[in-house]
């Protein structure tokens, strides 16, 4: 259990950069390692475990080489309660080895995320899993509803509309923006897109819980 930190509030950090830049360097080691295990058979596959082992190995015994002077996207921080928070979300957070991870890059009316999407996402031969094309949406949109939003919302309603493949190995948009708000109730639409092409659709529903009494 973490303990409250007594610290100044630019002092509210569970952890050194160092130690943040080399969880999210092992956490993309750890992707390698699941596209490589589905591309790598027979006589490559002891080779290429030893090599990323290896620069697992080498980022431990000197972590200050691992891009010097970088920043970790995502470093742990104490909560308002005093206990650790790290990052954990599952398509975005460059800490956790199953996220792409997909990036933020432009947030407002209209959220923008790029992200391009290796071998373990695959659903058809060099396309995306439709499974994870809603993982992507379901983000994007909440993102674009806690924006432009106040209060937090959770996804209630989500359809998808597939209409061409996502591909996997090239960098691939998502768009989000919230169309109405009602009360406790924000609606939102997105796309997918690929070359310019909309691949998959989305518009959901999310809801803000009921205060409690
Ligand atoms: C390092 C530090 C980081 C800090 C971060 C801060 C915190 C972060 C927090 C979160 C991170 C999330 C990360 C992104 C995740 C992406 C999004 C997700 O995956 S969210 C998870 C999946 N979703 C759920 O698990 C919801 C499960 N459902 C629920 O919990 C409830 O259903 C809930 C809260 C959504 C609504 O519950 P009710 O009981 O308040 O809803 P009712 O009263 O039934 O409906 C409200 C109103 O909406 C209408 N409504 C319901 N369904 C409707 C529909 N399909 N169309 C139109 N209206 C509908 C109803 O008729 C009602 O209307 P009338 O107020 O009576 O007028």
Same mark, same amino acid.
């Given at each position: 259990m973490a303990e409250a930190s007594t610290a100044p509030p630019d002092q509210r950090? &569970?952890?050194s950069i160092q130690h943040s830049v080399l969880a999210e360097f092992a956490a993309g080691v750890c992707r390698d390692i699941a596209g490589g295990l589905l591309s790598t058979t027979g006589d490559d596959l002891v080779p290429f475990l030893e090599r990323e082992v290896g620069r697992l190995r080498q980022a431990l015994e000197d972590?200050?080489?691992?891009?010097?002077g970088s920043e970790p996207r995502h470093p742990p921080v104490f909560d308002r309660r005093g206990r650790i928070a790290v990052a954990?979300?599952?398509?975005?957070?460059?800490?956790?080895?199953?996220?792409? &991870?997909m990036k933020l890059v432009r947030s407002g009316d209209e959220c923008e995320f790029t992200v391009e999407l290796p071998?373990?996402?695959?659903?058809?031969p060099s396309k995306l899993h439709g499974g994870y094309s809603a993982v992507l949406l379901d983000e994007a949109l909440w993102k674009a509803v806690r924006v432009n939003v106040s209060a937090i919302s959770f996804t209630r309603e989500l359809t998808i509309g597939y209409e061409r493949p996502v591909p996997l190995f090239e960098p691939v948009t998502v768009l989000a923006r919230v169309t109405e708000v009602d009360g406790r109730k924000t609606f939102a639409e997105g796309e997918i897109l690929a070359g310019g092409e909309v691949c998959s659709r989305a518009h959901g529903l999310w809801i803000s819980p009921r205060p409690r009494e």
């Open positions: 950090v &569970p952890e972590p200050f080489a691992l891009g010097e954990t979300n599952p398509v975005v957070s460059h800490r956790n080895a199953i996220a792409p &991870p071998l373990q996402y695959q659903g058809p």
